[in-house]
């Protein structure tokens, strides 16, 4: 039945009443969808559409050039968990990096940003419009052997419909969580709902650009420190970090809380939150050095973007999922392949590789039996006939 309801249009919107066709719809164009749909490419899938609620990749991933004179730091993502992923989707290029107080490692200037643009972007050649910016998915609905993709372009005011025969959605946690994308049939409780123990943390960070260095050698928690965590087995209540980034020829602290340490600047405007760092940091080195040697700032509040909501959830489940009779398939940072990936880039991409490996295995397998029956029964799969025709394999019309 493809006559399920679709959400209302309103006044001002159209509805292109064709549906757009494509073998593989991948919500959203973070790290996991843009591994997802390279990981595809690499199959000899191109068949791919992904869709993108905002107008830039990259999702918790994003870099500021304009503080530090157009040196690349991280507003998101930044600790390197696995500098052997990187170099091998790279290529085999060796990056650079910069040792944090902790022991962990950042991208010395670069950004995961950049990689994604560098390394992870859809070939133009082969699929030039392959992602659709712009446009926040409403529902995802699954019937027989396809789904509906159902998102609001707002580039063209219209409500746009992309029937294909999987989907892997890689939206934020929190998205789920809220039930901000309506699922037909809807999403286990396990997946985002009351059976799933994790917390999506609000979060913001901070960085602050000072004209001396009079924090020189500070290790990672300055203040309000330890960090909130319980580590008894109840559920964890945030973090608290401060630490001197270790840019060669700048001064800069770096500021990361979330959950509980987010409470104290919720409600606070930009010149709030910089009055209540820049306080703290005067407690904490005397002589209102933090205040004398001031120069810049920027905050980034992942909790007010709309389609995140957040910094990352407390804690993961094991996937990705794969849901409706393999036609669906839930990916992300929050759904890692590994224990050591919730929550990071890495697991972000081993996830949204995992979950293209699925589904390039199941297409296969659909291929090679119609391939080693000379012939079998479509069931009238638009995606299946046309890629036949394509790969030369032979097959009955009159069974479609």
């Known amino acids: 039945d493809v006559s399920r309801p679709i959400p209302a249009l309103s006044s001002r919107q159209s509805f292109e009443k064709r549906p757009l066709q494509t073998l593989v719809t991948i919500v959203g164009a973070?790290?996991?969808g843009l591994m997802a749909a390279r990981q595809l490419a690499s199959k000899g899938i191109h068949n791919v559409v992904i869709l993108e609620a905002t107008d830039r990749i990259g999702g918790r991933l994003l870099r500021d050039t304009t503080l530090l004179d157009g040196y690349p730091i991280e507003l998101g993502a930044a600790v390197v968990h696995r500098p052997d992923l990187m170099t091998k989707l790279a290529g085999g290029r060796e990056f650079e990096f910069i040792r944090m107080p902790n022991g962990e490692v950042?991208?010395?200037n670069y950004s995961f940003h950049t990689f994604l643009e560098d390394y992870m972007m859809p070939d133009p050649n082969v699929n030039p419009h392959q992602i659709i910016?712009?446009?926040?998915?409403?529902?995802?609905?699954?019937?027989g052997n396809r789904a509906h993709v159902t998102c609001t372009d707002k580039t063209n005011n219209r409500l746009l419909v992309v029937e294909s025969k999987y989907v892997i959605v890689t939206a934020s946690f929190q998205v789920l969580r809220d039930n901000d994308i309506r699922f037909e049939p809807?999403?286990?409780?396990?997946i985002a709902g009351k059976d799933n123990p994790a917390?999506?943390?609000?979060?913001i960070k901070i960085f602050i650009r000072f004209s001396r260095n009079f924090f020189k050698g500070k290790g990672w928690c300055m203040f309000h420190c330890p960090s909130y965590v319980r580590r008894d087995g109840e559920l964890e209540d945030g973090e608290s970090f401060y630490w001197d980034h270790g840019i060669p020829g700048y001064?800069?602290?770096?500021?990361?809380?979330?959950?509980?340490?987010?409470?104290?600047?919720?409600?606070?405007?930009?010149?709030?939150?910089?009055?209540?760092?820049?306080?703290?940091?005067?407690?904490e080195f005397g002589d209102q050095q933090a205040s004398k040697y001031y120069m810049s700032h920027i905050i980034m509040d992942w909790t007010a973007e709309r389609y995140?909501?957040?910094?990352y959830p407390s804690t993961g489940l094991e996937g990705p999922h794969v849901l409706q009779g393999s036609q669906l398939m839930i990916a992300g940072e929050a759904f890692s392949v590994t224990e050591d990936g919730h929550g990071w880039v890495h697991g972000a991409l081993l996830s949204g590789k995992t979950a293209a490996d699925y589904v390039a295995s199941h297409w296969d397998n659909?291929?090679?039996?119609?391939?080693?029956?000379?012939?079998?029964?479509?069931?009238g799969d638009r995606d299946i006939r046309n890629h036949l025709r394509e790969s030369g394999v032979r097959y009955d019309p009159k069974e479609d």
């Open 30 to 32: 973070g790290s996991a």
């Open 106 to 108: 950042t991208f010395y």
């Open 133 to 143: 910016y712009n446009c926040p998915v409403q529902s995802v609905q699954t019937f």
């Open 186 to 190: 809807p999403l286990p409780a396990y």
């Open 199 to 203: 917390v999506m943390w609000k979060g």
């Open 251 to 283: 001064n800069v602290i770096t500021g990361f809380l979330m959950g509980e340490a987010y409470k104290d600047l919720e409600d606070l405007d930009d010149k709030g939150r910089i009055e209540y760092f820049l306080r703290h940091l005067d407690q």
């Open 308 to 311: 995140v909501k957040g910094t």
């Open 366 to 379: 659909i291929l090679l039996d119609c391939g080693t029956h000379g012939g079998c029964k479509l069931n």
